[in-house]
């Protein structure tokens, strides 16, 4: 069975919109900031907006990091990061310097200007096609012309070139999209991008607990 879905309520971000979403679609969900829960979880989605150091910061304050750890590393449970929570899954970033969750092989960087002739916007915000580079359960039915919506300064480099899914151009080509296993992010806000994130959320929610 799919099962329901945690989201991972630390204090940061987008908890309200993408559980709306989730409930408009039908899934059932809820949010939570119990370790206890986080323990029982079927699926989680760590979502977020900020700061790196902060994410983490509120993540070991409320001590959700060794439930975390033992539900996606230990148990296997699926877990979908979107935009700062795909950059908490990695080792580090450049915007801080704490230790990330250390799922996935990889930082997050922050966009350079590459002295193009118009200047690069930080942060990135805005509505970007996706290129689908492999099959993942979580691109299942995005046609190739998908767009999504996009808030960040920073992007994630996995040293594992097969971890990428899908990437988008900005500044350069970046990663848009990673799997490692049962661990899947979107750099995208998939709540905010109307019938493809709908696709990417349904797709996730119908993932084998």
Same mark, same amino acid.
């Given at each position: 069975?799919?099962?329901?879905?945690t989201?991972?309520d630390?204090?940061l971000?987008?908890v309200g919109?993408?559980?709306?979403? =989730?409930r408009? =679609?039908?899934?059932?969900?809820?949010?939570s900031? /119990?370790?206890?829960?986080?323990?029982r979880?079927?699926k989680l989605?760590?979502?977020?907006v900020?700061?790196? /150091?902060?994410?983490?910061e509120? !993540?070991?304050?409320?001590? +959700?990091?060794?439930? !975390?750890n033992?539900a996606?590393?230990?148990?296997g449970? &699926?877990?979908?990061g979107?935009?700062?929570?795909?950059q !908490?899954?990695?080792e580090?970033?450049?915007e801080?310097s704490?230790?990330?969750?250390?799922?996935?092989?990889g930082? *997050?960087?922050r966009?350079r200007?590459q002295?193009?002739? %118009?200047?690069l916007r930080?942060?990135?915000?805005?509505w970007?096609?996706v290129?689908?580079l492999?099959?993942?359960?979580?691109a /299942?039915?995005?046609?190739? /012309?998908s767009r999504?919506y996009f808030?960040?300064?920073y992007?994630? @480099?996995?040293r594992?070139? *097969?971890?990428v @899914?899908?990437? %988008?151009?900005?500044?350069? %080509?970046c990663?848009a999209? =990673?799997q490692?296993g049962r661990?899947?992010g979107t750099?995208f806000? &998939?709540e905010?991008?109307h019938?493809?994130?709908?696709t990417? +959320?349904?797709?996730f929610?119908?993932?084998?607990a």
């Amino acid at each position: 069975m799919p099962g329901k879905i945690t989201i991972v309520d630390y204090g940061l971000g987008n908890v309200g919109s993408v559980l709306n979403m =989730l409930r408009y =679609l039908g899934v059932e969900a809820e949010s939570s900031a /119990d370790p206890c829960e986080i323990d029982r979880a079927d699926k989680l989605i760590l979502g977020g907006v900020g700061a790196f /150091d902060a994410g983490m910061e509120r !993540l070991h304050a409320r001590g +959700l990091v060794d439930p !975390l750890n033992e539900a996606v590393m230990g148990r296997g449970v &699926p877990v979908l990061g979107i935009c700062l929570g795909m950059q !908490l899954m990695t080792e580090r970033s450049e915007e801080g310097s704490m230790n990330g969750l250390r799922w996935v092989p990889g930082e *997050a960087v922050r966009f350079r200007d590459q002295g193009t002739a %118009t200047r690069l916007r930080i942060p990135h915000m805005g509505w970007n096609e996706v290129r689908i580079l492999r099959d993942c359960p979580l691109a /299942d039915g995005l046609p190739s /012309d998908s767009r999504f919506y996009f808030v960040h300064s920073y992007h994630v @480099v996995c040293r594992d070139g *097969a971890d990428v @899914v899908a990437t %988008t151009e900005y500044g350069g %080509t970046c990663c848009a999209m =990673l799997q490692k296993g049962r661990i899947f992010g979107t750099q995208f806000h &998939p709540e905010k991008s109307h019938r493809f994130g709908m696709t990417v +959320l349904r797709n996730f929610a119908s993932m084998v607990a």
